[in-house]
């Protein structure tokens, strides 16, 4: 199976809005809800910002939004703060029942 | 909330069998997906497999051939072992919880919701 693909870089400045796609097939982002997004900072383990192509966990910042057009997923972080300096990966369910990342994408807020 | 740690050898020598347990505490573990997930240094996070609470796995297809994830409901512990390991097998090992979303008797992964710490594995003589 093929990693998703994301960009391997955005940049943005406080207060500004970003997106970060993940682009897959209709084996996978295309064809299933099950698309989540997840904020590592370094040294750190992944923590769950998106599920479920749209929903927030109890506890995650309003201001971290996502979506998905055909076989695209988004993730939107409005109003950027410094503390959103990180690296963000998507991961998606397969109609295989295996499991994809994409390979990462690090927002530097400058 | 569910916790998770992982345990096991930190330096695994080229050629043997990488064995780490992951120790799930705060909920149960007879329900959901049981993962394991790794980050070589400076890389990305991969998928390496998960098993189910009934006992079904599924494995990245990459590593299949080498990776068996068990689990002891008993002493709400699973397993990772990947076998004939070498240079490229060095990364964090991450375990985690996979929530799932059932409906018409049919249940689907969904997501990574709660994760371990991680530990370092290095593999060399």
């Known amino acids: 199976q093929s990693a998703l693909t994301q960009p391997a870089s955005v940049s943005g400045s406080p207060g500004q809005s970003i997106t970060i796609s993940c682009t897959g097939t209709s084996s996978d982002v295309g064809g299933y809800k099950f698309v989540s997004w997840y904020q590592q900072h370094p040294g750190k383990a992944p923590k769950l910002m998106i599920f479920d192509v749209t929903d927030r966990p109890s506890g995650v910042s309003n201001r971290f939004s996502g979506s998905k057009s055909g076989n695209t997923a988004s993730l939107t972080i409005s109003g950027l703060q410094a503390e959103d300096e990180a690296d963000y990966y998507c991961s998606s369910y397969t109609s295989s029942s295996l499991v994809v990342f994409g390979g990462g994408t690090k927002l530097t807020v400058l | 909330q569910v916790q998770l740690q992982e345990s096991g050898p930190g330096l695994v020598r080229p050629s043997d069998t990488l064995s780490l347990i992951c120790s799930v505490s705060g909920g149960s573990i007879s329900t959901d997906y049981w993962s394991w997930v790794r980050q070589p240094p400076g890389k990305g996070l991969e998928w390496i497999g998960y098993?189910?609470?009934?006992?079904?796995?599924k494995y990245n297809p990459s590593l299949k051939s080498r990776v068996t994830i068990s689990v002891d409901t008993s002493k709400k512990q699973f397993s990772l072992k990947l076998s004939s390991v070498t240079a490229a097998d060095t990364a964090v090992y991450y375990c985690?919880?996979?929530?799932?979303?059932?409906?018409?008797?049919?249940?689907?992964?969904?997501?990574?919701?709660?994760w371990g710490q991680g530990t370092l594995v290095t593999v060399s003589s």
């Open positions: 098993i189910y609470y009934s006992g079904n796995t």
């Open positions: 985690a919880r996979g929530d799932r979303y059932c409906s018409g008797g049919i249940c689907y992964f969904a997501t990574f919701d709660f």
